[in-house]
């Protein structure tokens, strides 16, 4: 984890420009699916890949920022320190949240087999 | 598939011109009341799914709050690791896996809480610590149907979120270990600082302590070579064994023309291999960015400098104080195993009320195996032993049985156990006088002892033994005989 | 049309002259009488209102301490927890998903007092500008049922414009309070990011999510702004402040406030929206405020901005959705089928859109050109704020371009709806506040809405000026 942090965060320039002359195409649109645990029918494949690349289009007016020193915002504001105290409080009953799941087994939350999948 | 390659059977050092690199990351569950980020209680081995709430869950509209134990918790473990404490974010790492309730863990990625500390191994070698961030743990899945439990080829998964939340601390060493020999100490020595500090209990048998493996090969001064993660691993000896075998086949699979490709691998601690588990690919795009609901944890350097000062003194500074104190080597197994059961101060107490020191440390290592810090029997009486064994009033094998019945009873005067049993100390003259006449009766032993067959003396202080009825002290005969020889 | 106000209703509650089960069935029966086609509603919850009218009333006989919103029907949107009671967000992937806990907000306005009365629709998990985006379909504009009620959150503006309930809460992620307020003749407000508590509210994009109230007025909201509002120790990123005394400040008047006039604002308004926006600064400067000209010149920016951040965020914050503890499931022999055939019939077209948007935003090669790069000016247009508000108090906008348009105007083609919120973005870019308050009506004598926008923590300002400008009206 450590060596993959590196590895995003030295993104050199010739990398960005790389990605910005990149089109994003079908097996891109397909790669993305895939991350999302989406499936998308042929159709709805070809229509995704039109309307992403016309919104990215569209969304390269920010290429003309000149944001080299600028800092990125993710958060509105800039709150810190906010913890809980490690104080026990109710745990949820099991009964009303197993009635709530598509399968439950035993006490727990039953799934399908992990074929061909990681660990 | 399955890329296993036959186990090497020599388990001695690498091939000649081959190192190996490793560095291990090691998971630690924080020994806290509660979850990371909610108040649901972090308990190991209760009824599945009865410590859930909102949070745990991943609920629509739940909220993390940070548990300001666990940071407490993971100061005071950086700060043990000689780490630089720094302000810092939580990421979201992003994956879809059923024990992964929100499909995201919450970790830390570019700011960590702790950076660039280091671990100092026997012989002083210095392992560099990268980081020890926080993140939360996930759930359970345990496999049925299909073959046997495994994974692979199961029906269906049940799934527990228990343990999902429990707070974690990732510790990243840098790759500085160099034998496997190295990664078993950094892992023990890890564990002690762990139980020492009161972060968590570190058992691996539990899972509150978990070890994953980096490994690769290189010959001196090259680059690194590719590596390969071992998951899977459950104990310290299974640490030294995997990393031995892996080493071994990645140098195998390069000098038969190979290369190593980068993956993760799993340990097989009965076949004793590690096999392909998946290689690293398009599912490893985590994804990682700011976790928005989540603020900026920026620790005070008040808050740590209170930490810091009450952090106890950790194994290694105890270690070398009780092998100044007793005259043992600071990496002695004495000293390791003595602090380890935190009798150090124990031994302390025993020479601080006149105990004979070497004496100390061999009665407390050998008979308070199963006591705690604090052994039940009187310092003073350990003492007393030592002090009677020492003038010599008693001989080794009498001190043995005496301190057998002090342990037994928790406690006794050794002279007068002594006297009871009918004890007592040949003085020098008279086993001088018997060691003399076992060299007359068995000159050719007494021949090869001078020729330096040190073996030989067995037979003359086993004469002198016997003729004393044990109650010579071994040492003194042995002393005897070799004042003799060097005349 | 006319309702009555949260303030009278309350107030008539509170002094005995009407039973709050009485304003129930006045509100239930014009529920009955126009629901079935405004579809307003994702669930009324009829008879936990009652019980809830009941307790108000038995209090009221009692002479106990009254809250300030008692027997005042309120209605929420769909994406807010409610503890045994359905919540779906307009999404079939939540169908008959029963939270087991209560959202903070929905807790609060049962402390103060309020009858809930059921759960409005919106476009799925709040993505969209016209409650199209529903599983369930859509909600018609009350004020003209050929056209759209805006959104996201359609369905709780309807509920107020048609009588069904006296206020309703929304949720605003880049509009979705205010636009639909704007096309249904309503005040609507997005509170400071961290004024109201999220907990419990089905996070669509967390650093920009808020939720507000829809009211008939100014008086109405700073009402239910006054309790909704506050610290929530269950949310990290609620503020330390008390919730803001509005009340207070609603006749202090306009004289001696900057108010800021865009110049360089992004084009494309219809012009009767222009007119009444010029209307809204004459009005003011009348009652003795000055108008001062400032520069924004990254709002334009803020439409990329959003729509890379904001997807970006919903990416991680649906992945939850995976058929393993709640909603629904699609069964398939594996568990990777299982999430993808779950996930692909449970999400609808625009939530699948914005997925992939942000997980290809986020993902490794393409972070630091899209993702990445929307953060920086998402802190330029932050900046560009502060600078401007150095030289006024607020400024003043279009809520929306248009008025509200027919169903099926903009559902071809994603961006020209994603151009709704051009005006609605910048605020929750920001963290800052920001309300519309209608101003007159434009093209088919439909509703104008003018926006108001604050800084962090101005609502006090911008209620003021709200005040004001409802005055004019
Ligand atoms: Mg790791
Ligand atoms: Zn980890």
Redesign the interface.
């Known amino acids: 984890m450590a060596l993959e942090c590196t590895a995003k965060f030295s993104t050199t320039l010739s990398s960005l420009m790389r990605v910005e002359n990149a089109r994003i195409d079908d097996v891109v649109v397909a790669k993305v699916a895939r991350l999302a645990r989406l499936d998308l029918t042929p159709d709805e494949l070809a229509r995704m890949t039109e309307q992403l690349s016309g919104m990215l289009e569209h969304f390269r007016d920010i290429d003309k920022l000149d944001l080299a020193d600028v800092a990125p915002m993710p958060q509105p504001l800039p709150l810190k320190n906010v913890f809980r105290e490690d104080v026990v409080v109710p745990s949820l009953d099991r009964d009303e949240v197993l009635a709530n799941a598509p399968a439950a087994e035993d006490k727990r939350f039953r799934v399908p087999p992990t074929i061909g999948f990681t660990e | 598939m399955s890329n296993a390659t036959s186990a090497p059977t020599n388990a001695a050092a690498l091939p000649e011109g081959w190192e190996m690199v490793v560095g291990l990351e090691v998971h630690v569950e924080l020994d806290t009341a509660t979850k990371l980020f909610s108040g649901s209680p972090n308990r190991f081995g209760d009824d599945p799914n009865t410590h859930i709430d909102p949070v745990t869950l991943g609920l629509p509209g739940a909220l993390p709050v940070l548990n300001r134990k666990a940071v407490e918790l993971a100061i005071r473990l950086g700060l043990a690791l000689n780490c630089t404490v720094q302000s810092c974010t939580f990421h979201r790492k992003n994956y879809f896996y059923p024990d992964l309730p929100k499909a995201y863990q919450i970790s830390q990625y570019d700011q960590p809480l702790n950076v660039d500390g280091f671990l100092m191994l026997p012989g002083d070698v210095r392992i560099g610590v990268e980081r020890a961030h926080l993140e939360e743990d996930t759930g359970k899945s345990t496999h049925f149907g299909g073959s046997s439990g495994r994974i692979h080829g199961s029906d269906y998964s049940l799934v527990d979120f228990n343990r999902a939340g429990v707070p974690l601390v990732e510790i990243v060493s840098r790759p500085d270990i160099r034998t496997s020999d190295q990664a078993r100490q950094y892992v023990n020595e890890l564990r002690s600082i762990l139980v020492a500090i009161g972060a968590s209990d570190a058992k691996m048998e539990e899972g509150s302590m978990r070890v994953d493996v980096n490994v690769s090969v290189r010959r001196p001064g090259e680059p690194f070579g590719t590596r390969c993660e071992i998951k899977n691993v459950n104990s310290v000896r299974a640490v030294g064994r995997a990393i031995d075998y892996e080493a071994r086949r990645q140098i195998q699979e390069i000098e038969s023309g190979g290369t190593i490709r980068q993956e993760t691998r799993h340990w097989d601690d009965a076949e004793g291999r590690t096999h392909t588990l998946r290689a690293k690919e398009d599912a490893d795009d985590y994804r990682y960015f700011l976790e928005p609901d989540l603020v900026l944890l920026d620790p005070d350097r008040e808050w740590v400098e209170s930490i810091r000062t009450s952090l106890p003194v950790l194994p290694a500074a105890r270690r070398a104080a009780l092998a100044a104190l007793v005259g043992i080597d600071k990496e002695s197994e004495a000293a390791y195993v003595l602090v380890e059961r935190g009798q150090d101060d124990y031994v302390a107490e025993v020479v601080r009320a006149g105990g004979e020191a070497g004496r100390a440390v061999v009665y407390v290592q050998q008979a308070f195996a199963e006591e705690g810090a604090k052994p039940r029997v009187p310092a003073a009486d350990i003492s007393a032993l030592t002090v009677l064994e020492r003038d010599g009033k008693v001989t080794a094998t009498q001190a043995k049985t005496i301190l057998a019945e002090i342990v037994l009873n928790g406690g006794g005067d050794a002279a007068t156990i002594a006297k009871d049993k009918g004890f007592e100390a040949l003085d020098t003259s008279a086993v001088e006088s018997m060691v003399d006449a076992a060299i007359a009766a068995q000159p050719d032993a007494w021949a090869k002892y001078c020729n330096g067959e040190e073996k030989a003396m067995g037979a003359l202080v086993g004469a002198v033994m016997k003729t004393s009825q044990g109650k010579a002290d071994g040492k003194v005969v042995t002393a005897i005989l070799q004042a003799r020889r060097s005349k | 049309m006319s309702f009555p106000t949260v303030a009278q209703l309350a107030r008539d509650i509170r002094e005995g002259k009407v039973t709050a089960s009485a304003v129930l069935e006045e509100h239930l029966k014009r529920v009955d009488e126009r629901e079935s086609e405004i579809h307003a509603f994702n669930l009324v919850t009829a008879e936990n209102a009652r019980a809830a009218a009941v307790e108000v009333d038995r209090a009221v006989q009692a002479g106990k301490p009254l809250g300030p919103l008692a027997g005042v029907p309120i209605a929420l949107k769909d994406n807010?927890?409610t503890r045994g009671i359905e919540?779906t967000?307009s999404s079939k992937i939540?169908e008959g998903?029963?939270?087991?806990?209560d959202?903070t907000v929905v807790t609060k306005l049962r402390e103060a007092g309020a009858v809930i009365v059921g759960k409005t629709n919106l476009d799925e998990f709040a993505m969209g500008s016209s409650t199209e985006n529903s599983a369930f379909g859509p909600t018609r504009n009350p004020l003209d049922t050929s056209r759209v009620p805006g959104g996201s959150s359609g369905g709780s503006a309807a509920a107020v414009a048609a009588g069904f309930a006296a206020a309703s809460l929304g949720s605003d992620t880049g509009g979705s309070i205010r636009q639909p307020a704007a096309l249904c003749g309503l005040v609507g407000v997005k509170p400071t990011?961290?004024v109201v508590s999220?907990?419990?509210?089905?996070?669509f994009?967390?650093?920009?999510d808020q939720i507000g109230p829809f009211t008939h007025t100014v008086e109405d909201a700073a009402l239910v702004m006054e309790s909704i509002a506050g610290h929530d120790?269950?949310?990290?990123?609620s503020?330390l402040q008390p919730a803001p005394s509005l009340l207070s400040v609603l006749d202090q008047g306009v004289q001696g406030m900057r108010i800021g006039r865009v110049v360089d604002m992004p084009e494309g308004s219809e012009p009767d929206v222009l007119e009444r926006l010029d209307a809204a600064f004459a009005a003011l400067k009348e009652r003795g405020a000055a108008i001062v000209d400032v520069k924004l010149p990254?709002l334009?920016?803020g439409l990329?901005?959003y729509?890379?951040v904001a997807p970006?965020?919903a990416?991680?914050n649906l992945?939850?959705y995976?058929?393993?503890?709640?909603?629904?499931?699609v069964?398939?022999?594996?568990?990777?089928?299982?999430?993808?055939?779950t996930?692909?019939q449970g999400?609808g077209a625009e939530v699948?859109?914005r997925?992939?948007?942000g997980?290809?935003a986020?993902?490794?090669?393409?972070?630091?050109?899209?993702?990445?790069?929307?953060?920086?000016?998402?802190?330029?247009i932050?900046d560009d704020f502060a600078k401007a508000y150095q030289s006024c108090d607020v400024v003043l906008t279009p809520t929306s371009p248009s008025v509200a348009f027919p169903f099926g105007d903009k559902t071809a083609d994603?961006?020209a709806m994603y151009l709704c919120d051009v005006f609605t973005i910048p605020t929750n870019?920001?963290?800052?506040a920001a309300m519309s308050v209608p101003f007159g009506t434009g093209a088919h004598s439909l509703p104008v809405g003018v926006q108001v926008l604050a800084p962090?923590l101005g609502e006090a300002t911008m209620f003021r000026v709200a005040a004001e400008l409802e005055r004019a009206r």
């Open positions: 807010m927890c919540t967000c939540l998903w029963k939270p087991p806990y959202a990011y961290g999220r907990y419990g509210l089905v996070a994009a967390s650093s920009l120790p269950m949310d990290s990123t503020l990254s334009q920016f990329t901005a729509y890379l970006a965020e990416s991680s992945a939850r995976d058929g393993v503890r709640y909603g629904m499931r069964d398939a022999p594996d568990l990777n089928a299982m999430y993808a055939a996930r692909s999400f699948k859109r997925i992939m948007l997980t290809y986020l993902s490794a090669g393409y972070y630091d050109a899209y993702y990445g790069k929307a953060l920086k000016v998402r802190r330029l932050a994603p961006l870019l920001a963290g800052h962090a």
